[in-house]
């Protein structure tokens, strides 16, 4: 049965599950970037109703937050929630054939702050999903790396950049 615990770091902002974890010198579990030590969840269920608890107490954006911070350590919430908050942010505009209708809830679930996947990897999280006056699909994507912004523009997405001063509406 495989190990489900979700690993969180006592002194930095880093989460993963258990099997991403590095060592101490002394062998126990620590943060694989800053060797902190970790605190622990039992599932990614209750991870993830944790986070949900939170963001429904006000703190809208946190989910997206935390998808995006999955793997990434920071000396703090503070320092992870400013890099978040500097992102590039890209728009790509997905355009629907005559026959191709969005189903219910689809834009909703688009904004979930869950990775968009294109060209065989990860190249950033949703922030935002609209439709467009003509009927196409607007997503708005916090986007990774420059790799990823490369990635997009040499298969010929047409991409809008804006530096993370906008809001996320």
Not at 76 to 81: I, K, S
Not at 99 to 120: C, H, K, Q, R, Y
Not at 136 to 160: F, R
């Amino acid at each position: 049965m495989p190990d489900t615990r979700i690993v969180y770091g006592a002194r930095c902002a880093w989460w993963d599950s258990i099997d991403k974890v590095g060592t101490t010198p002394t062998g126990l579990p620590a943060c694989p970037h800053c060797g902190g030590v970790l605190f622990e969840v039992g599932t990614e269920a209750e991870w993830w109703l944790g986070v949900e608890r939170h963001e429904a107490a006000g703190n809208d954006g946190y989910r997206a937050f935390v998808v995006w911070l999955r793997g990434k350590c920071f000396p703090t919430l503070e320092v992870a929630a400013d890099a978040y908050q500097a992102r590039t942010r890209a728009t790509i505009v997905y355009p629907l054939e005559n026959d191709e209708v969005l189903e219910p809830g689809a834009v909703l679930a688009i904004t979930e702050g869950l990775p968009l996947s294109m060209f065989g990897r990860d190249v950033g999280t949703v922030v935002a999903a609209r439709p467009t006056a003509d009927g196409d699909l607007e997503i708005v994507v916090a986007i990774d790396d420059d790799e990823a912004l490369e990635l997009l523009t040499a298969n010929g997405v047409a991409v809008s950049i804006a530096d993370e001063e906008a809001d996320d509406a």
